[in-house]
């Protein structure tokens, strides 16, 4: 079966820009996760959703981060006036129940110019 | 809040040889999680190994194992007979049990080895 899949892989924006990454987690997955990855860096933990109720936005670094999953399967992560510090690869997870394995995609790789 | 300590920023062995990453974390949880997580170069991040902090058997998984010291907060990896293929990112990650509620699924990372395997 498919895996975490991600889009778009990479992404340039102008500083200012809102964008909008896309995680499609594997059929069935009722956990999904976000995380940011800085260069040289390990992931960060940004939201948490089971299925569509996002039960954890702690790690959100500002209002300006957004994400959603309102049929409990695509997630989308918004990123509204982009700013430098919003440079990292963003990273999803999803994972079949609580406690379970985390499936990772292939992550987003956010540019801000 | 939960910490995870991984000291070596950069390892390099020959093919072949045994290598082990350190790991120490902290936490005032009784029951959790400890993961090691290895990102090839092309960036997917894939599980190795996994050990639950209630069990006091080390996990093992074909040539790699762990020494997972509760008491120490420390959770090593082995690897056996690295391989060429072995050359990744590896990270330490602990997670809350689940019912711990809220986001406790969240992992922790550490700030990852580079682990180089060289021919």
């Known amino acids: 079966g498919a895996g975490v899949s991600q889009s778009p892989r990479y992404k340039v924006a102008k500083r200012g820009q809102d964008v909008a990454l896309r995680c499609d987690p594997i059929s069935g997955h009722v956990s999904l996760f976000w995380y940011q990855q800085a260069l040289g860096q390990g992931p960060e933990f940004l939201t948490y959703?089971?299925?569509?109720?996002?039960?954890?936005k702690s790690g959100l670094p500002s209002d300006r981060f957004f994400a959603e999953r309102p049929e409990g399967s695509v997630s989308t992560l918004k990123i509204q006036r982009t700013q430098q510090e919003d440079s990292a690869v963003y990273l999803c997870a999803s994972s079949q129940t609580s406690g379970d394995e985390q499936y990772f995609g292939p992550g987003t790789r956010l540019t801000v110019t | 809040a939960q910490t995870v300590t991984q000291s070596q920023p950069e390892m390099s062995v020959q093919e072949a040889e045994t290598v082990t990453l350190s790991c120490t974390y902290d936490?005032?949880?009784?029951?959790?999680?400890l993961f090691w997580y290895k990102q090839p170069p092309s960036r997917q991040m894939i599980l190795v190994i996994r050990q639950e902090a209630y069990k006091q058997q080390n996990a093992t998984e074909n040539r790699f194992s762990v020494n997972f010291q509760k008491a120490a907060k420390s959770f090593s990896l082995k690897i056996s007979d690295s391989q060429l293929g072995d050359t990744a990112m590896y990270f330490c990650a602990f997670m809350k049990p689940f019912y711990s509620g809220g986001g406790a699924d969240g992992l922790t990372f550490g700030k990852g080895t580079h682990l180089i395997i060289q021919p």
């Open positions: 936490t005032s949880e009784s029951n959790y999680y």
């Open positions: 959703f089971q299925n569509e109720a996002q039960l954890d």
